[in-house]
């Protein structure tokens, strides 16, 4: 039984598991995201960035955004926001956290470390009120989205954040695991 929380997690941090979700996180981004980013653009009459894809934005772009899109394009912005970018950000999530994971083991770790390998989760947290504060904007349309685009925006630009530490994080336990390997080889027989 685990005597924390992500105890269990932990322990399933193995390559296979961490490659499956690799896996997902590819075929999410190289297939099903390019197609959704089209079909939306083709909606749009024109290249659009989602509010998703952006680090801020106003009340005013959100408006603009949503009206580019036409009934067609919001109602697929829609459907994305409430079905692959709620499934998404858990495999993301898990990939990231199990790989840092996966590169900090056979190490003691401080405690500031082992409460940093919880960002991603933020990151999560924060994808799922963008997309609820979104649904909530397309929601409402055509009325202006006033304080929820300001409230999604703040959504975005943390998680966005979080995502940028979680990298950080990523790179400094691939770093510490390299050195760690290199002093262990040097002192062995």
Do not use: C
């Amino acid at each position: 039984m685990a005597t924390r929380p992500l105890d269990g997690l932990r322990r399933s941090a193995t390559w296979r598991t961490i490659l499956a979700l690799l896996v997902v996180v590819i075929i999410v981004n190289a297939g099903i995201f390019p197609v959704v980013a089209q079909r939306m653009a083709e909606y749009a009459g024109g290249s659009v960035r989602p509010m998703d894809l952006r680090l801020s934005y106003s009340a005013e772009q959100a408006y603009t955004i949503l009206l580019s899109l036409g009934d067609s394009g919001r109602r697929l912005y829609a459907i994305v926001e409430a079905t692959v970018d709620v499934i998404y950000p858990v495999v993301y999530t898990l990939f990231l956290f199990l790989l840092i994971e996966r590169l900090l083991t056979d190490a003691p770790r401080p405690r500031w470390l082992e409460l940093a390998t919880l960002v991603p989760f933020v990151a999560m947290v924060f994808d799922w009120l963008e997309n609820a504060a979104i649904l909530a904007m397309i929601g409402r349309f055509p009325r202006p989205p006033g304080s929820i685009a300001t409230i999604a925006s703040a959504f975005t630009t943390i998680k966005w954040l979080a995502g940028l530490l979680t990298l950080a994080l990523l790179l400094y336990a691939a770093i510490r695991r390299l050195f760690r390997g290199r002093a262990t080889a040097a002192t062995s027989p």
